[in-house]
């Protein structure tokens, strides 16, 4: 494992690699400060650009765009007070008050301070505890496979946002989506309807570019500005000094922590965490009612909450194969169009990739704060492009990397197909990303199931007689419970009787 880990650190600061982390980085931090554009959006793509590269290099640069993105969304959060990102909608709430306040370089330099630490932070937890679980899972087969795949699911209530049966509706169509081409065990042809550019089956960057990108083109151009007062230039500093940052620390490391854990936990992601390190901070704090006038401490929290998820968010998706948010959801796709399997195979198959991966979210979290301090400044004048042109660059980077993956026009057509559908599941409120987890874990959930199946001459008994698959299930079932009303009812019963 340590021979591993000297490989991985070896092969990110090589040239090539440092370089496609640099651009990845810089990528975010632009793609983040655009409203209305999402760190999930930029990775999707992105992920035809990295088939000309090794995986090690085109995952770095996509993990990098993650990274860069959860600060970058907060430089639109803080100078126009639209969220670059889902992730910085917490940062709103204080740092456009400060940047009001003539403090728009004080705001912006604790944003990357605390994205920094937070960045960090969980880089550090990335590295120690994935290797730990890697080295547990190795030892999985075809049944607990399912086991793992059968919880995967499970995320998909949490990734609901609102309506469970919208999220488990979107899920089995993912499911569905996935059962499309060559069955995997028998070579039969599954719903191609005689096309033959569907017997390999559904393309998952054509699918990722599809859902995610053409309904945030179209939602680019029906949207308004909400007429808020835009901060056009920034005076002070944004290198914070020693003092401030010393006062920031606890809430920094605080709020990281609760990063970390809630990125662990499959279908969660930078959203969440930030309101929780808000709160929680608030909760804390001896003046809460300096939250909302542009406290310091409101903005420290949510950064380094939302970049903290990043790493946290990998922990799952690298050694179990289940994604941790949709963005990890997207990287999962992009491994996959690389021919690699994530899951626990990734750790001992293709250590060198996995490695690399995780030394990148650390230097681009490095990248990301000396990017931050030059480059802030100059991302003001993203934030003044006008949504209708970002909206026809959107769709323009869509049909050509929809066609740069095979040079099949197909796949276009499918790709605007996706993007249709993404679109109208948003407009009557259907969650796309149980969609998207449901078609990557439903080809696992399929070849296991059959191999289980072949292991134990077609008794289902296999999946309660191996501990490690029962133990899984009963979690599965736990967390399924855990996601209906009846579940949610009563604990609002229980906290109110308390």
């Known amino acids: 494992m340590f021979a591993n880990v000297i490989l991985g650190l070896t092969n990110v600061f090589s040239l090539h ?43 770095s640069m996509l993990a990098s765009i993650y990274m860069g993105a959860m600060y970058g969304g907060s430089i639109a959060a803080v100078l126009i007070r639209t969220p670059g990102t889902p992730a910085a909608a917490a940062t709103t709430v ?54 793992i795949a059968v919880l995967g699911m499970t995320i998909l209530a949490s990734l609901s946002q609102g309506s469970v049966i919208k999220g ?30 569907l017997f390999g089956g559904i393309p998952f ?6 859902l995610f990108s053409i309904p945030q083109a179209l939602r680019l151009i029906e949207k308004d500005s909400d007429g ?18 010393k006062m920031l620390l606890p809430t920094f490391l605080r709020s990281s922590i609760i990063g970390v854990f809630t990125g662990i ?31 310091p401490y409101g903005i420290a929290a949510p950064e380094a909450a939302n970049n903290a998820v990043v790493g946290g968010a990998l922990v799952p998706t690298i050694t179990l194969g ?68 970002l909206s026809v660059a959107v769709v323009v980077l869509c049909v050509i990397g929809a066609f740069a993956i095979n040079n099949n026009l197909f796949e276009v057509g499918l790709m605007l197909a996706f993007g249709i559908l993404g679109y109208f599941m948003d407009k009557i409120k259907i969650p796309v990303a149980p969609l998207v987890v449901g078609l990557i874990l439903g080809r696992m959930l399929d070849v296991s199931l059959h191999q289980s199946l072949l292991i134990s001459q077609g008794s289902w008994m296999i999946f309660l007689t191996n ?26 019963k229980r906290r109110a009787r308390a």
């Open 205 to 210: 960057t054509v699918a990722l570019i599809g």
């Open 228 to 245: 808020a007062v835009q901060t056009n230039r920034i005076t002070d500093k944004i290198l914070r000094p020693w003092s401030e940052v």
């Open 467 to 492: 501990p490690i698959c029962a133990v899984l299930l009963l979690l599965a079932l736990i967390s399924l419970i855990q996601s209906t009303p009846m579940y949610v009812a009563w604990r609002r």
């Open 322 to 389: 289940i994604p941790g948010s949709s963005s990890t959801a997207v990287l999962m796709g992009g491994l996959m169009i690389h021919g690699i399997m994530p899951g626990p195979s990734l750790m001992t198959e293709y250590a060198g990739v996995t490695y690399t991966l995780i030394w990148a979210v650390l230097l681009s979290t490095v990248v990301m704060f000396v990017e931050g301090l030059f480059f802030t400044k100059a991302c003001i004048f993203v934030t003044r492009i006008g949504n209708k042109v």
């Open 17 to 59: 690699n440092f370089l496609a982390i640099a651009f990845g980085t810089f990528l975010g931090l632009v793609v983040g400060a655009m409203p209305g554009l999402s760190a999930t959006m930029a990775i999707a793509l992105l992920v035809p650009v990295t088939f000309a590269m090794p995986p090690d290099t085109g995952i």
């Open 94 to 147: 204080d740092g456009y008050p400060m940047a009001q306040r003539g403090e728009a370089g004080r705001a912006l330099g604790i944003s990357l301070t605390a994205s920094f630490v937070g960045g960090v932070v969980s880089s550090c937890v990335l590295l120690t505890l994935a290797p730990i679980l890697g080295w547990v899972a190795v030892m999985f087969g075809p049944v607990e496979l399912f086991g």
């Open 168 to 197: 488990l509706l979107a899920g089995t169509i993912g499911l569905l989506f996935s059962t499309v081409g060559m069955d995997s065990i028998t070579g039969i042809p599954r719903f191609t309807l005689g096309n033959i550019n």
């Open 265 to 295: 936990i499959p279908g969660t992601g930078g959203d969440t965490a930030c309101w929780f390190a808000y709160n929680e901070a608030k909760r804390r704090s001896d003046e809460p009612d300096s939250f909302g006038k542009g406290s």
